[in-house]
T-cell receptor, first 115, second 109 residues
Framework: EPEVTQTPSHQVTQMGQEVILRCVPISNHLYFYWYRQILGQKVEFLVSFYNNEISEKSEIFDDQFSVERPDGSNFTLKIRSTKLEDSAMYFC?????????????FGPGTRLTVL | EDKVVQSPLSLVVHEGDTVTLNCSYEVTNFRSLLWYKQEKKAPTFLFMLTSSGIEKKSGRLSSILDKKELFSILNITATQTGDSAIYLCACISGSRLTFGEGTQLTVNP
């Protein structure tokens, strides 16, 4: 069964450094998402992406964040200058483009640790 | 602000017990409610509910939505140790999922 994949599984970085988290969505899916989960807290929406542009973003997704679909398969989340509070599990998700196909399928996540 | 509230937050049962997990919501432009199971990392999809009163069933798991009272329940019958996980409820509004805090279910042998 097709799955969303994410790399790396764990990333450790120094405060102020840039990180890029990578995702390969399910191949026939056209909507892509990033969520994060700070340890012990709820899963929170960051951004949705369709047709090569952001369709919706949360208040968390400020100028330090950006997303890109650099080729036909990858979907990336970049954090320009990481802060301690960016430490979290970051999940990528994708879904089909068809009416009623609201189910978002999640990848295994990237644990980001900012020191 | 959209809100999804789950209860209980934590539940410990013995194998064979039946459990009911609750999810209430206040979501603008509600479209659907989804249940996920989160074991180690990724939430894995269980059910999507869009219409009131229609039970969705998969093996020992079932779920139903009440759009008038704005809640959903997830039932698990004859629980097994492999059911131990965090169960997440999430509502779709626009293109985003708003998640609840989750219910941590522990099934003891």
């Amino acid at each position: 069964e097709p799955e969303v994949t994410q790399t790396p599984s764990h990333q450790v970085t120094q405060m102020g450094q840039e990180v890029i988290l990578r995702c390969v969505p399910i191949s026939n899916h056209l909507y892509f998402y990033w969520y994060r989960q700070i340890l012990g807290q709820k899963v929170e929406f960051l951004v949705s992406f369709y047709n090569n542009e952001i369709s919706e973003k949360s208040e968390i997704f400020d100028d330090q964040f950006s997303v890109e679909r650099p080729d036909g398969s990858n979907f990336t989340l970049k954090i320009r200058s990481t802060k301690l509070e960016d430490s979290a599990m970051y999940f990528c998700a994708s879904r089909k483009l068809s009416q009623g196909a609201d189910t978002q399928y999640f990848g295994p996540g990237t644990r980001l640790t900012v020191l | 602000e959209d809100k999804v509230v789950q209860s209980p937050l934590s539940l410990v049962v013995h194998e064979g017990d039946t459990v009911t997990l609750n999810c209430s919501y206040e979501v603008t432009n509600f479209r659907s409610l989804l249940w996920y199971k989160q074991e180690k990392k990724a939430p894995t999809f269980l059910f999507m509910l869009t219409s009131s009163g229609i039970e969705k069933k998969s093996g020992r798991l079932s779920s139903i939505l009440d759009k008038k009272e704005l809640f959903s329940i997830l039932n698990i019958t004859a629980t097994q140790t492999g059911d131990s996980a965090i169960y997440l409820c999430a509502c779709i509004s626009g293109s985003r999922l708003t998640f609840g805090e989750g219910t941590q279910l522990t099934v003891n042998p």
